[in-house]
C-alpha cells in the first residue's frame, strides 16, 4: 500500500471519527444528566420516606425527575446507536478503500441511520429538558 492509498483511507475515516466524538459529547452531557437524576430520586424518595409519604408535591416532584430519567434512558440508547452506526462507517469506509470494493450503499445507510439516530436522540433530550424546567416549576411554586 502506498501513501496516496493510506491518505484516501484516512481520509474517508476521518468524518465518521469527527461525528463519534461529537455524539460521545452528547454522550458525556446526558450521562452526567442521568446520574443527576438518578441521584435526586434518591434524594426524594429518602425525604418521602421520612415524611411518611404524605408530601403530594414531593410525590409529583418524584415521578417527573423519574420520568426524566426514562427520557434519558432513551436519548442515551439512540446516541449510543449513532455511534455504534459511525463506527460501522469507519469501518465500511476503510474496508472499501482498502479492498478497492463498492460499499456506497452501506456507508449512506450506516451515516443516513447515524444521523437519524442523533435526531431522534435530540428529540428525547428536548423533552427531557421540559420536564426538568415543569419539575423547577413545582420546587418553584412549592
Partial sequence: MNHIDFTLILSSALTPITLISGVGLLLLTMSARYDH???RVRQLLHADE????????????????????????????FVVLSAACAG??????????IFDLDLDT??????????????ISTAYFSLEVGTSLKALG?????
Avoid: W, Y
Fill in 138 to 142: 413545582i420546587s418553584v411554586h412549592h
Fill in 37 to 39: 437524576t438518578t441521584a
Fill in 50 to 77: 421520612m415524611t411518611g409519604g404524605t408530601d403530594p408535591h414531593l410525590a409529583e416532584a418524584i415521578e417527573l425527575i423519574f420520568h426524566r430519567a426514562e427520557l434519558l434512558r432513551k436519548a442515551i440508547l
Fill in 106 to 119: 452501506a456507508k449512506h445507510v450506516f451515516l443516513l441511520a447515524s444521523v437519524a439516530m442523533i435526531v
Fill in 88 to 97: 460501522l462507517l469507519v469501518l465500511t469506509s476503510t474496508l472499501g478503500a
